[in-house]
């Protein structure tokens, strides 16, 4: 059998792969505006980052790591021999892990206090049952506020993300942003107990699974997908009624910092993300255009806990990942998608063979300046070389035969238009630039 892409996995062909490529670069410069700087970090870590930074009860700890083991570790295995933590790898579920591991590492954190903003983009892998967005391999952007123990950075990482989505081309009106305090250790504690006891009180009305987390992680029954267990758990107590004095003020003033910056919210007291290390503000955008039920585009919050986790000094932090595969979906789906196509400045044609080494150099010159040029290289008949023009999109095609050469010319014709005009060899770099700047205005027209 020929081979395919495994499941859930997905090759992204030019189009598709333009798409996601637009959307990181968007995420470059807004990011960029906020002051964030981009780090790398390895694919895979070992597995004890992500069950320390995620939490061993979560699903993506618990059922969705892809674990990976190197030649020595599967030796190891098989004599029986133990294996130490770094035999023991695992494949990014997410980044936020490895950049608070990164960040102690490296002591990224500086001791007198100022903020390191970092953000991320590359692919992650969660053995989820793929659907309609939701892959085993999947791309992220995302952005960690190490060092800012104040409300305004919860806002402002909030605004940042709305930004983006703008940039992007998503209508606000498409969107839903989620906004909760999920309270800090001062608490959350009490509030864990009021909801395994209520868990345990609607035991016979909940899934196995519900009750299961009562004992484990009783928050995460909030995230169940099942429509009787949310119907339930929508009388279960609410966590913006028991916050500590602290966590109150602070998010009084998450609200109020997003309202002077005219952000609209809507206050779930239900969303409590799937993620073991948040505290405080937690928020979620959702879009329901092209999504189904994966309507998740992207989300974080604060965990002022986790670099402490890794070994670092008690270092607030907060931050949020965006699905890019779904900010596609979304985008086509709500009919705002670009055109990710590379379409050429000019398409160039050689009436004859010697007019060949012409286009060829002529090609050059224009991507010397800048200026994305095709030409034939199959030995095409000028007829077929117009047939490439257009499918290629090319707003004009640069046609060199015995003439032109005589008069070290070339013809210039329009696609659009089917006007021509003779363009001197020397002056092909300017036109083609006038052409590029007319076909840019004519589209911002329509
Ligand atoms: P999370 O780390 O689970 O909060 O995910 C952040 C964002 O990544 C989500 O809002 C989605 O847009 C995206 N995402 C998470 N899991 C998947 C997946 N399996 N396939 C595609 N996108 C995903």
Redesign the pocket.
């Known amino acids: 059998m020929a081979f395919q892409a495994p499941r859930g996995t997905t090759d992204l062909l030019p189009p598709q792969a333009h798409a996601l490529d637009r959307i990181q670069r968007i995420a470059c410069s807004v990011f960029g505006l906020y002051g964030y700087g981009l780090i790398e970090t390895p694919a895979f870590e070992q597995l004890d980052v992500f069950v320390r930074g995620i939490g061993q009860d979560t699903d993506?700890v618990g059922k969705e790591m892809f674990h990976v083991l190197s030649p020595g570790a599967l030796a190891k295995q098989a004599e029986g021999a133990p294996l130490r933590p770094d035999d023991v790898l695992a494949l990014r579920p997410?980044q936020t892990a490895s950049v608070a591991r990164a960040a102690v590492q490296h002591g990224l954190v500086p001791p007198d206090g100022a903020t390191v903003k970092l953000w991320y983009r590359g692919t992650?892998f969660?053995a989820?049952r793929p659907q309609k967005?939701?892959?085993?391999e999947?791309h992220?952007v995302g952005a960690e506020c190490l060092g800012a123990a104040g409300p305004s950075a919860d806002a402002e990482a909030v605004v940042m993300l709305m930004h983006f989505f703008e940039e992007c081309g998503i209508p606000r009106g498409a969107l839903r942003l989620l906004l909760n305090s999920m309270g800090d250790a001062a608490c959350r504690p009490a509030y864990r107990s009021q909801v395994r006891a209520f868990i345990l009180d609607h035991a016979a009305d909940l899934c196995p699974e519900c009750v299961r987390r009562a004992d484990t992680n009783p928050l995460r029954a909030f995230d169940c997908k099942n429509e009787g267990c949310r119907q339930v758990l929508a009388d279960a107590p609410r966590i913006t009624d028991l916050l500590c004095d602290d966590c109150a003020a602070h998010y009084a003033s998450v609200k109020a910092l997003l309202d002077a910056a005219r952000v609209p919210y809507e206050e779930d007291p239900r969303l409590v993300?799937?993620?073991d290390y948040y505290t405080r503000t937690v928020f979620?955008v959702q879009a329901d255009a092209g999504l189904g039920s994966?309507n998740?585009?992207?989300?974080?919050g604060r965990y002022d806990g986790l670099i402490q986790e890794f070994g670092g000094r008690p270092t607030p932090g907060l931050g949020f990942?965006?699905?890019l595969?779904?900010v596609q979906l979304v985008l086509e789906a709500t009919g705002n998608a670009p055109d990710a196509r590379p379409v050429p400045a000019a398409y160039l044609a050689a009436v004859d063979e010697d007019a060949r080494p012409v286009v060829f150099a002529l090609a050059q010159e224009l991507r010397a300046a800048g200026l994305a040029a095709e030409l034939d290289h199959q030995g095409r008949s000028l007829k077929s070389q117009f047939k490439q023009a257009d499918r290629s999109g090319a707003p004009v095609v640069l046609v060199v035969g015995p003439d032109e050469r005589a008069a070290g010319a070339a013809r210039m014709r329009h696609m659009g238009t089917h006007e021509e005009r003779t363009v001197a060899l020397d002056a092909v770099v300017d036109a083609v630039k006038g052409e590029c700047t007319a076909t840019q205005e004519g589209d911002q027209d329509r």
Do not use: H, N, P, S
Request: charged share 35%.
């Open positions: 993506v997410e992650m969660r989820e967005g939701r892959l085993r999947f992220q993300r799937g993620l979620e994966q998740a585009l992207g989300g974080g990942a965006v699905g595969e779904r």
